[in-house]
């Protein structure tokens, strides 16, 4: 394949492939693998790109492995710092701890304890975990006025050239391993690292593949700059996509996805928790949150990738056990399969086991029951969850409640109060 001549962006080609040089005795090559299940499913040919194999379960080595590297003799002088939600913070320990380099890495409180844990094993004596914020962009600030007040490097986690640079050597070994034309590139966006390493150097051999971003739509910052055409800061995110979860994405890495990506799409949380758990028991792959975007946007786009070649990068591989429960109910609400009331009941002898007999269908399952008796008043009010077993069984359930008398009010259709019970 020939390249084709671009104006400048700032990372060029040639700058991934000598990332890959340096890197590829340091980095796995994972796999590039065809999924059978995948691409009967939508009726194309599904590869994915392994990267929660990687030795940090996630690309984030890539790159900060490549930027501290062209810069060891002053990282080894000096000392680094960093801010990250969990993957970068890996990559940067580990190569720390490879090169014997000091590190503060500043993470957010809100970072799952497996993340964390991962940290320690891999940067060793080498580095420190300073838990600061609620989100990336929180821990960020406390790093950067680290760097400047230690005089410390700061490794940007995207808004980087050499980080972008090798993060862009998943491109290059994909390139190198497929075997015919890729049409769909999907991968995941938190600050756009990952996509711009991968559509720089894509794009250029491969001027027909259109590159599609991925986003969790309770944290869509780089929509949100292409849209606005200038980087935007959100004023609220969704933190349950951790890995993927920036209230700004880079000034780099919006010019670059600005110049090459053909769409952005934007996955609901409920639905990553449904491609975690489909990828778990269905292929036997673990995957994050931010590492289910890639797989869970092809139901976005099944129409147009029929016959066609797509590959899917799956970016991480850090899940907190931990988690399963909540990525579950996730999962089961967006799916329209658990939903949460408040149930006035009748303070009478039989008024539960009316309820359990006469409005619970055959397949209903009661998940949560909290209820409290109050014998000053008519009725006390019981939270209620409920899991159905087809989207259908939601009307019926419904309905036999208000037949059998009993006054209520879903939570799930009121965010306020979804956020305080559950």
Do not use: W
Not at 49 to 69: C, M, N, T
Not at 151 to 168: K, L, S, T
Not at 173 to 186: K, Q, R
Not at 210 to 230: D, H, Q, T, W
């Amino acid at each position: 394949m020939n390249l084709i001549k671009t104006e400048p962006t700032g990372i060029q080609v040639e700058d991934i492939l000598i990332a890959n040089q340096l890197l590829k005795d340091v980095v796995a090559h994972t796999p590039l693998q065809k999924n059978e299940r995948l691409s009967e499913k939508y009726d194309c040919r599904v590869y994915v790109k392994r990267e929660d194999l990687q030795h940090v379960r996630s690309f984030k080595l890539r790159g900060a492995y490549y930027k501290i590297k062209t810069m060891e003799a002053a990282a080894l002088e000096k000392g680094v710092v960093c801010a990250s939600a969990g993957n970068h913070a890996q990559g940067v320990a580990f190569a720390c701890a490879h090169l014997g380099i000091d590190a503060k890495i500043f993470m957010p409180l809100t970072t799952p304890k497996q993340k964390i844990n991962q940290v320690k094993m891999f940067g060793r004596d080498f580095v420190e975990i300073i838990l600061v914020g609620d989100t990336f962009d929180d821990s960020s600030a406390s790093a950067v006025k680290c760097a400047t007040a230690e005089d410390r490097i700061f490794i940007h986690p995207f808004d980087d050239y050499d980080v972008i640079a090798g993060q862009g050597t998943v491109a290059v070994e994909i390139m190198n391993d497929i075997e015919e034309p890729v049409d769909f590139v999907f991968a995941s966006i938190g600050g756009g690292g990952l996509m711009s390493g991968l559509s720089t150097y894509i794009k250029n051999l491969s001027p027909h593949t259109r590159m599609i971003g991925v986003e969790p739509a309770g944290a869509a910052s780089m929509k949100a700059a292409l849209e606005n055409n200038e980087v935007t800061t959100l004023d609220t995110i969704d933190k349950f996509v951790d890995g993927a979860a920036v209230q700004s994405a880079g000034q780099h890495t919006f010019e670059i996805c600005r110049k090459y990506l053909e769409d952005i799409v934007l996955v609901p949380e409920g639905k990553v928790c449904t491609s975690i758990l489909e990828l778990y028991n269905q292929h036997a792959i673990i995957v994050e949150p931010a590492g289910a975007l890639s797989i869970a946007a092809l139901d976005f786009y099944k129409e147009e990738i029929k016959g066609k070649s797509v590959v899917c990068v799956i970016s991480g591989g850090n899940n907190d056990i931990g988690r399963m429960q909540e990525i579950k109910e996730k999962s089961l609400i967006y799916e329209g399969l658990l939903y949460y009331f408040i149930v006035n009941f009748p303070q009478r002898s039989g008024a539960l086991r009316q309820f359990l007999d006469e409005v619970l269908g055959p397949d209903d399952d009661i998940t949560t029951f909290e209820y409290t008796k109050k014998n000053n008043k008519e009725s006390g009010p019981g939270l209620v969850g409920i899991e159905i077993k087809r989207i259908s069984d939601y009307e019926g359930l419904i309905q036999r409640m208000h037949q059998c008398g009993f006054s209520f009010k879903e939570v799930n259709n009121d965010s306020t109060l979804f956020d305080l019970l559950i």
